[in-house]
C-alpha cells in the first residue's frame, strides 16, 4: 500500500469518527444547550480524554510504536511479540492503579480543572467524572493495539474504531437522556454512560482484530510475570522514552487545563464555546495532521533503523508539502467562514445566536496556528523515529510559557476566544522550531521548488477566501431557516474547493505527483 493510500484510508475513516463525532456534537447541542451542567459533562470528559493522551495515543504511542517499529525491522517478528506481551502486561497493571486512585481522587480533579463551577455544576462533574475514569484503560489498551496493527501496516480497524464511541454517545443523547429523565435523574449524566459503553465497545473491536492476525497480546495477570516485564529490555527503553514524552504530552495539556481553569471563571457557557470550537478544529487537525502522522511514524522510524537518511529526509518532505497544501485553506476557511459553518451546525434547538458568534470567534482563534497545529503532528515524528523525544519536549515547555503570556495579555481584551489564539500562536512558534531543529541537524533536506509551491499555494488560498468571505457576508446565516442554510453551506463549499484545487492547477500543481507516493 503506497504511503497516500495509506493515509487516505486512515483520513477517510477518520472522517466518519469525527462526522459521527458531528452528528453527536449537533444531538448535544440540541438538547442540552450552553449552561452549567453542560459546563459539567465537558469538564469531567475532558479528565480521562487528558490522561489518555498521556497513556494512549500521546505519550505512550510516541514512545512504543518507534521502538516496535524498530524491533520488528531489526529483530524480527518473534522477539518482537515478547516485546508485546511484556509491553501489554505492565500497561494493564499501570492502568488498575490509575483507575482506582482516578475514582478516589475524582473531587481534586474537577478542581483542578474547573474550580470556578458553582456547587452543584461541580458535583455533577465529580459524579461523571467517576462514572467514566475506567475509559482511560479501555482506550490505552486501545492505543496498544492500534500501534501493534498501524506497524503492521493494518490501519482500518484502528481508524474506524472510534467511530463506535460516538455511537454509543449518539445513542445516549438520543434515547438514554430521555429515559434518564423520565426516571429522575438528570438527562446529562446518560452521556457518561454513553462514554463508558463507547470505550468498551472500542476495545471489544479491536480484540478480535489482533487475534486474526496473531498478535493478541498475552497479559500476564501474576505478580511474578509482572516483575519479568519490567526486566524486559524494551519495556525499560520504552519508559525511558516514555518520561520525557510524558513530560512533552503532559505539558500540552497543562496547556488545556489551564485554559479550561481561566474559561471556568469567564462568562457562563465559556467553558462549552471553547469545547465546540475544540471540536470543529479537530477535524482538520484529525483529517491532515493525525492521518498523517499514524502513517509516516513507523515509516520513519523504519528509515531510520535501517540508515535510509534519503528516504527519511522525503517522507518529511512529502508529508510536509501535504500539510501545507491541505491546511491552508482549512485555516483561511475557519477565519473567514466560521459563522456559517457553525450557524448551518449547531444554530438548533436551545443553541442560541449569541452562541454561534462566541464559538465563531474561538474557532478563528484557531484558525490563525491551524497550520502550525497540523504540521507539529508530522515533524515531532521526524524526532521521535530517531528516539529523540526530548527535544520536542524542551520545546513544548518554553511554549506553554509563551501560550500563558499571550493568556495574560489576550484574555482582558479578547475573553474567551484569546484562549484558542494564544494556542493557535504557540503551535505556529512550535511547528517552526521543531522544523528548524531537522534541517540544522541534517536529517531533513527540503526539496527543490519550495519557493514556487508555497506561493501556488497562497495564491489559490486567497482566491477561495475572497470566495468564502463574500458568502460570510452575502447571507445573514442566523436568519435563515435550516434547510436552506444547509444547501448555502454545500454550495460554498463546493464552490470554494472548485476554485482552490481550479487556481493550483492553473498554476502548474501537478497534484497526481504529488500524491503517487
Known sequence: MSLFKAASTV??????????????????????????????????????????????????SQAFVPVLAASKARDGEAATRVLI?????????????????GVVAAPLLVLMLASGLDRSSFEAGVLMTRWMFPYIACMSLVALSAGILNTWKHFAVPAATPVLLNLAMIAAAWWGAPWFGRLGIEPIYAMAVGVMLGGVLQLGVQVPALKR?????????????????????????????????????????????????????LAAGSVTWVWYADRLMEFPTALLGVALGVVLTPQLAAARA??????????????????????????????????????????????????????????????????????????APGYYASLDIRTPVKIAVVVLVLTQILNAILVPLLQ?????????????????????????????????????FAAQVLGATLLMSAFLLWGARRFDWLATPALPRVGLLAAWIAGAALIYFGALAASGVRLRQLLRR
Open 306 to 379: 535501517s540508515g535510509d537518511a534519503a528516504r527519511y529526509s522525503q517522507l518529511l518532505d512529502w508529508g510536509l508539502r501535504l500539510v501545507l497544501l491541505l491546511a491552508l485553506p482549512c485555516a483561511a476557511a475557519l477565519l473567514v467562514f466560521g459563522t456559517p459553518l457553525i450557524a448551518t451546525l449547531f444554530h438548533h434547538g436551545r443553541f442560541a445566536g449569541d452562541d454561534v458568534q462566541r464559538v465563531a470567534l474561538a474557532l478563528a482563534g484557531y484558525g490563525v496556528g491551524l497550520l502550525g497545529l497540523v504540521a507539529v503532528k508530522v515533524l
Open 11 to 60: 483520513s477517510l475513516l477518520t472522517l466518519v469518527s469525527r462526522v459521527t463525532g458531528l452528528v453527536r456534537d449537533l444531538l448535544m447541542a440540541s438538547a442540552f444547550g450552553v449552561s452549567g451542567l453542560t459546563d459539567a459533562f465537558n469538564v469531567a470528559f475532558r479528565i480521562p480524554n487528558l490522561l489518555r493522551r498521556l497513556f494512549a495515543e500521546g505519550a505512550f
Open 416 to 452: 474567551h476566544a484569546a484562549l484558542t489564539l494564544s494556542i493557535g500562536l504557540g503551535a505556529l512558534v512550535n511547528a517552526g522550531w521543531l522544523l528548524t531543529g531537522l534541517v540544522r541537524r541534517g536529517s531533513f533536506r527540503p526539496a527543490r521548488g519550495w519557493g514556487v
Open 213 to 265: 492476525r496473531g498478535l493478541l497480546p498475552r497479559i500476564g495477570l501474576r505478580p511474578a510475570r509482572l516483575r519479568s516485564a519490567w526486566r524486559d529490555a524494551g519495556v525499560r527503553q520504552v519508559l525511558r522514552l516514555m518520561l520525557p514524552a510524558l513530560l512533552g504530552v503532559g505539558v500540552a495539556q497543562l496547556s488545556l487545563l489551564i485554559n479550561t481553569q481561566i474559561a471556568s471563571y
Open 85 to 101: 506481551d511484556d509491553v501489554a502486561t505492565a500497561l494493564a497493571w499501570v492502568l488498575v492503579a490509575t483507575c482506582v486512585v
